[in-house]
């Protein structure tokens, strides 16, 4: 059996396929699989991490505007629908399976023309465009979320929740405070930008530690070249427990996360919805920093109707906004344990046991018909 994964130029869309893969690599060791990524985006790197093989296309932006980059991206679009002509001619896979992401569309375009079983995952609140239209022409749609699948045919469309990486629920409070030199009776904040980093998060961050350090620890996945030097306070105490107590990290690979996920009391993050469904998961109080005027905002006020997670609006980098919020969480633990508890209950835990089966269910109706 071949599969093919395919998504990037973030890394929102790649996290519930790497789940995935994990999962039917577990199950089926036998079965190739391959990634179709983006020439420029991140997803190479973690690919190739977790032992893919990797082929890039062309990617093209699917606007829903006027623009004369239009016409530019009408011939970008055939000649990477005519690479996935060639790619399912030469590799022949059996299975193709996406969260998004526009270079998906022409691949899966190709596929359907090739009479191949394809699979379009709807990760976020919001549909996307390339979900929207790859949903016409894919053999499954699978939602994340149950008030998802009036928004696709339903003869087609599954429930399934987020897969969410195995090894992220592994992790081990006691590895997070030897690796990471923790006060195990201070509570301890993780901050997440996203796959790459969040630059005006990690200023908002910079500006605020001096204020909330005294009372929490502090870990903090800066992403690559977005570090931002926090001020210093001229020998006060202050600058000791910064030294002390503050972790910045240009990337926590998946066992860190892990460990510092376990030792985490509040995580502040982005709202993609692969870093909210394994908090979720997790059971982890949070606080969201969404990017403004995005489909990061849908996410955040779901997640904030069903566990109150609380939202802070980045764009008015409001420092002593954020302090206080920061200071009002940390102030009621039993608050972040009800938060907690109501994260638990939105993303189903066997989601990616739960899709790995519905692929070798349909791995097994192709066998037996060929």
């Known amino acids: 059996m071949r599969i093919i ?5 973030t890394l929102g869309p790649v996290m519930p396929l790497i789940a995935i893969y994990q999962e039917l690599k577990k199950n089926r060791p036998d079965w190739e699989f391959l990634w179709v990524g983006t020439k420029d985006g991140p997803e190479e790197r973690l690919v190739g991490s977790y032992g893919l093989n990797f082929k890039k296309i062309l990617a093209v932006k699917l606007r829903r505007y006027m623009s004369w980059k239009n016409v530019a ?8 629908f005519a690479q996935s002509v060639q790619l399912m001619k030469l590799w022949q896979p059996d299975i193709l399976i996406t969260a998004g992401g526009y270079i998906s569309v022409p691949l ?15 990760q976020d609140v919001r549909v996307g465009l390339a979900n929207r239209l790859m949903s016409f022409f894919a053999t499954y749609v699978t939602t994340s979320l149950e008030i998802n699948v009036k928004d696709f045919p ?10 969410v990486r195995a090894g992220v629920l592994r992790g081990s409070r006691e590895a997070a405070i030897a690796h990471f030199s923790l006060d195990p009776d201070l509570p301890t904040i993780l901050i997440l930008g996203g796959g790459t980093g969040a630059l005006s998060l990690n200023k908002l ?44 990290m240009v990337f926590l690979d998946e066992d860190l996360l892990a460990h510092a996920l376990a030792a985490a009391d509040l995580v502040v993050c982005r709202a993609g919805f692969s870093t909210l469904s394994e908090l979720s998961v997790l059971g982890k109080a949070i606080l969201i ?15 904030n109707h069903r566990a109150e997670a609380p939202i802070f609006n980045e764009g008015s980098q409001n420092k002593d906004e954020f302090v206080r919020e920061i200071k009002r969480l940390l102030g009621d633990l039993g608050e972040l344990k009800v938060m907690g508890h109501n994260m638990s209950k939105i993303i189903p835990k066997d989601a990616r046991e739960k899709y790995a089966f519905l692929i070798e269910e349909i791995a097994a109706k192709l066998s037996s018909q060929s």
């Not at 994964?5 to 130029?9: A, K, N, P, T, V």
């Not at 991206?73 to 990477?80: E, K, S």
């Not at 023309?113 to 699979?119: A, E, S």
């Open 5 to 9: 994964f395919s998504g990037g130029g």
């Open 289 to 303: 920093v969404p990017i403004a005027n995005s489909h990061q905002e849908d996410n955040a006020i779901y997640f």
């Open 73 to 80: 991206d009408f011939f970008i679009f055939w000649a990477a």
């Open 108 to 122: 899966h375009l190709a596929a359907w023309f090739f009479k191949k079983v394809t699979i379009v995952h709807q």
């Open 154 to 163: 339903k003869n087609k469309t599954i429930r399934m929740g987020n897969p």
């Open 205 to 248: 961050v910079a500006r605020s530690l001096g204020e909330v350090i005294d009372r929490c620890q502090v870990i903090h996945m800066t992403g690559p070249g977005k570090a931002v030097a926090v001020p210093k306070f001229l020998g006060n105490t202050r600058d000791r427990l910064l030294a002390e107590r503050y972790h910045p």
